[in-house]
């Protein structure tokens, strides 16, 4: 045994030099581990000057545990495998209203049986800790005929309703003002196909009166036909995060009032008509809110140099007065906006100029 452990700390010898080494070029990591001196390096330094003695003191040190080799630590690689189900969602400006589109991609070995948008589970088995993230309600909804088929769609033999923290679709009561529920899909009987494990399940859609951002940004919970968990919750992924491509043109782009007089000390310029005009492509939305954000100039503007601009709106004709002080350029800076239904915003400047001569 004597000669085993000679041979072990024949090699801790040889590792404490190389780490002395590295001590003196100053660099205690190799490769991401950090290097630690251990009771083996202490050993070596007994018997190096101990000899004999030294080893028995240290096979005995070893024997009692008061001698303990050090680890290594090692870095670990801590990111997640992606869940075994994914909801992903986009948004689009139809008729007035926003409508939220869905599909479910299910990665599982289970079936699927329920799709609620808007509901956290927290992934445990007691309801009392679920969330509702939803605000506003699908545009048209009643409690007598729920959901109506003009702001929504469904994956056929698929059914439709709200969900509310009191009672499960498809019989959920009225939502107290400011309160929130969840969307939520489900087969119309037990002999309605549900989403098998490796399939997806497209074709589901709400139309809301006005934007809510939970709509695409909560969480989806799905329901598994058997199995444990009975269901599971993930976040909602949206496709659409990249801005319109959005310009705007102006016609005219210069101002000549016809009643210019620039030798009379008090001409009389009239305010002539703009129109505005837009190039505008969405990757997912095919008609982005658009609204005049601001009109600005080159100098000081009077009170009736701006007229009819509806600011805040889609206002696309507008009127500017052709006017100028002194001797150099006015020139009107118009800025539009144009938001897609989820949210993404690009800026858009065009100008007009009243030439001075």
Not at 58 to 76: C, E, I, L, N, R
Not at 89 to 104: L, T
Not at 128 to 147: A, C, M, Q, T
Not at 158 to 174: E, H
Request: hydrophobic share 35%; glycine share 6%; net charge negative.
């Amino acid at each position: 045994m004597l000669e085993h452990l000679r041979a072990s700390l024949k090699r801790a010898d040889l590792f404490d030099a190389s780490l002395q080494m590295d001590r003196k070029k100053g660099n205690t990591m190799k490769q991401g581990r950090t290097i630690q001196t251990s009771a083996r390096t202490k050993a070596c330094r007994i018997l190096r000057f101990t000899g004999l003695a030294g080893l028995v003191y240290a096979f005995f040190a070893f024997a009692s545990g008061s001698m303990v080799p050090a680890y290594a630590s090692v870095p670990v690689d801590t990111e997640e495998p992606p869940p075994p189900v994914k909801v992903d969602v986009f948004a689009q400006h139809s008729g007035g209203k926003i409508s939220y589109h869905y599909r479910v991609f299910n990665n599982s070995q289970q079936n699927i049986s329920g799709v609620s948008i808007g509901l956290d589970s927290m992934n445990d088995e007691n309801p009392v800790n679920d969330i509702y993230e939803l605000y506003e309600l699908p545009s048209g909804w009643n409690l007598k005929f729920g959901i109506p088929s003009t702001s929504s769609n469904s994956p056929t033999g698929w059914r439709v309703n709200i969900t509310t923290p009191d009672m499960p679709a498809p019989d959920a009561t009225v939502p107290a003002e400011k309160s929130t529920h969840a969307i939520t899909w489900e087969p119309l009987n037990e002999n309605t196909p549900k989403l098998f494990a490796g399939q997806t399940l497209a074709k589901m859609s709400v139309a809301v009166d006005s934007p809510d951002t939970n709509y695409l940004t909560g969480h989806a919970r799905v329901t598994f036909t058997e199995g444990i968990p009975s269901h599971l919750t993930v976040p909602l992924e949206s496709l659409d995060n990249t801005p319109p491509s959005f310009t705007v043109n102006l016609n005219p782009g210069i101002l000549r009032s016809p009643d210019n007089k620039t030798s009379s000390p008090q001409p009389n310029r009239k305010a002539i008509a703009v129109r505005a005009s837009f190039t505008l492509k969405d990757d997912y939305d095919r008609k982005p809110e658009i609204k005049l954000e601001s009109i600005t100039a080159s100098e000081p503007l009077g009170p009736d140099d701006i007229g009819d601009a509806s600011f805040g709106f889609d206002d696309r004709y507008l009127l500017l007065r052709a006017d100028h002080q002194g001797d150099i350029d006015r020139v009107y800076t118009v800025t539009y906006s144009a938001t897609d239904a989820s949210g993404n915003l690009t800026l858009a400047s065009a100008t007009v100029t009243v030439p001075h001569e």
